[in-house]
Structures are given as C-alpha cells and as structure tokens.
C-alpha cells in the first residue's frame, strides 16, 4: 500500500516514514527544497522524495501526487515560531484535508486517509464537552492563535462534514501532549478523551504516534475497529 506522507520532515512525520519503511510499505514524501531532515533516505528504493510546498499544490496537482498512492498520512503542523504560528497560510491543515477529500471523491484513489490530530479537539458527536472555564479558553485560543483554530476546522471537516458518508475512510488520530522517546512504549487506545487536555494532560510519544499509524495500515482488522473515527492514545501509566 504505497502511502504519501505529508510533512514527513516534521518531528512526528519523519517517524512516520520510519515506521512504514521498516515494515517494506513503499512511501511518497513531499518536503521542501531546502530540508535534509530526510537526506539519509536518499537512494532507498522505498522511499520517492518530491520537493515541493504541498501548500501550493491545487486540486488537480494533488490528483497527480496521489495517482499512484492507496492511502495519505497527514502529520503537518505550524512552526512554533511567530511566523509559523500568525503567518500565511493561517488554514495550512484545513486546506490539505480538503483538497484530499475532493481528489478522493473524484477518482479511485486515496482510499484511506490518517489525519494526526490532538485531544483539544472536542468530538461532540461522541458526547465530548469541555466545563465553562475550559470552554471559553479553548474559544478563545480558537480567536487567538491560528494553528489550534487550524486543527479545529480540520477535524470538524472530517468529523461534522464528511463523517461515513464519503468514499475516503479516515482516521483522526489524537494524541495528548507530545514527548520524544526513542522506542515504541506500550500506549492504550481510547475512543473518547479519558482526560482533560487542559487541567489534567497526558502524555504521547511521537514515536507513539507513527506506530499507531502505520498499524492502521498493515493491520485491516484495526483499521476497521478505527475508521471515521478520532482515537485518542495516551502512554500506558
């Protein structure tokens, strides 16, 4: 199942790469002309580098990236810097979630589609709420700062828009707060948040992350356990 991988480069998405890699899946990887962050992977029969800006492919440029891919794995995100967090592009998720929705059900291909999300989405089709106080400071970061306004429309895009009924399969994948590890630790899956991300967050390895998602790939038996769905995955206490 060759699978295109979009912000492969980011420290989340280069672990995705990995993982994928070590399991022989072919991968496409599209990151920007002046990132090395992949450079060891030059050469690999596995592995087809794109430089480019995926931000600036229109519809039909992301038909051609995918022509050839079953599934696309999301892992982009904001630089947390000032210019990545209030610079153009203010919707870098929403616009990727929705030109690949479109592309899908154009054509054939993506069939399947995994989306690294985060526990301060609010999934209110599951019952999910947030107290007053929680509620108004989430609200209000939706005003403030754009990536989190960013992950909430992509995930409402999925989640209230698309749902079961669209020919793409998804899987929102929402991790709490994230750490860096460098091995696979045992992690539990949860449908619903089991913790408040504000008052009282988990934590989530990267690497947590990546395994989880290239499961979702080899192992069809979870993917239907997961598919229009937003696992939440905790570390195991």
């Known amino acids: 199942m060759k699978t295109l991988i979009l912000g492969a480069s980011g420290a989340t998405g280069r672990l ?25 992977y030059e050469g690999n029969a596995l592995v087809e580098m794109i430089r480019g800006n995926i931000d600036e492919y229109d519809v039909n440029h992301m038909k051609e990236l995918v022509s050839d891919c079953e599934a696309v794995i999301s892992c982009l995100g904001h630089n947390l810097s000032l210019k990545g967090m209030y610079g153009a592009p203010h919707t870098l998720v929403y616009n990727l979630v929705k030109k ?45 700062l ?49 913790r408040n991300p504000l008052s009282n967050p988990g934590k989530t390895s990267r690497i947590q992350v990546a395994h989880f998602m290239a499961e979702l790939l080899v192992k069809d038996e979870l993917w239907q356990q997961w598919k229009y769905k937003t696992p939440v995955i905790y570390s195991k206490e």
């Not at 054939?108 to 999910?128: D, Q, V």
Request: with cysteine; charged share 25%; net charge negative.
């Open 16 to 40: 995705v790469v990995d993982q994928l890699v070590e399991r022989n899946i072919p991968v496409k990887v599209v990151v920007r002309n002046q990132s090395t962050v992949l450079d060891s």
């Open 100 to 144: 690949i929705c479109a592309v899908a059900e154009s054509g054939t291909h993506p069939k399947r589609f995994i989306l690294m999300s985060t526990t301060a989405y609010t999934n209110k089709r599951l019952g999910e709420s947030l107290s007053g106080k929680d509620a108004f400071i989430f609200g209000l970061l939706k005003l403030v």
């Open 146 to 194: 754009p990536p989190h306004r960013d992950n909430m429309l992509a995930g409402d895009l999925l989640v209230e828009q698309k749902g079961s009924e669209t020919t793409l399969e998804w899987v929102a994948v929402r991790p709490d707060s994230l750490i860096d590890k460098s091995e696979v630790e045992d992690y539990e899956l949860f449908a619903t948040r089991q």
